[in-house]
Structures are given as C-alpha cells and as structure tokens.
Nanobody, 125 residues
Framework: QVHLVESGGGLVQAGGSLRLSCAAS????????MGWFRQAPGKEREFVAT????????YYADLVKGRFTTSRDNAKNTVYLQMNSLKPEDTAVYYC??????????????????WGQGTQVTVSS
C-alpha cells in the first residue's frame, strides 16, 4: 500500500505559477511510474503528465505542454509538478498517482493503482 499526499495548491492569478508536490509513503518510489491528473467540476478526470521511474522520460497532455514540467526526487520520495503561465481553464483538483511497473506512457486513470487525495488549484482571470 502506498499513500500519496499532494500539496502546493492554491489561488493564483492568470499568468502565475504554482509548484505541486506529491509525497509518497514508500521508500521504493523509484519502482513506480508517476502521473498527474486533474478534475474540474462536472468534468471527467483528465491526464496532465507522467514521468518514468528515474525521471528520464516524461509525457504531457497537449493542453499543458510547454507550461508544465514534472520531475521527481526519489531520495525524497517526492514528485513535483511545476505549473507556469497558468490559465483560468487550469482550475481543477490536481491528483498524483502511482503505478508499480516499468516505464510506460500511462494516460488513463484506470492504469494507476494508487492515488492521492488531491489539491485544489484555482486560477483567477
């Protein structure tokens, strides 16, 4: 069982930045593919970004490519999502997720075994 805790959400003006963190309870985070998803009110949970076990491979949704960057520090059991040039349409609850398998580009929420509780990001216009 892996517990994930997101932090770093909040209220920011359009054009601003936030950095989300996802702290994992496991000391073997390096064996997990990690993903970021978001869910706005009335919408389905959507893929944002994913990162391989050692951080060498990443993949982003087109909507955030060039603005968001995910990274990880396995020594700290933490994954990050740096969000720049935020837009009002980025407003959502952001979740991190973990899947214990070798690197694959996992884009569906159904492909991840463990989830955090989410952190709210609100971007004002």
């Amino acid at each position: 069982q892996v517990h994930l805790v997101e932090s770093g959400g909040g209220l920011v003006q359009a054009g601003g930045s936030l950095r989300l963190s996802c702290a994992a309870s496991t000391r073997t985070l390096s064996t997990y593919v990690m993903g970021w998803f978001r869910q706005a009110p009335g919408k389905e949970r959507e893929f944002v970004a994913t990162i391989s076990w050692n951080g060498s491979s990443t993949y982003y949704a087109d909507l955030v490519k060039g603005r968001f960057t995910t990274s990880r520090d396995n020594a700290k059991n933490t994954v990050y999502l740096q969000m720049n040039s935020l837009k009002p349409e980025d407003t959502a609850v952001y979740y991190c997720a973990a899947e214990p398998r070798p690197w694959e580009t996992l884009l569906s929420p159904h492909e991840y075994m463990y989830w955090g509780q989410g952190t709210q990001v609100t971007v004002s216009s």
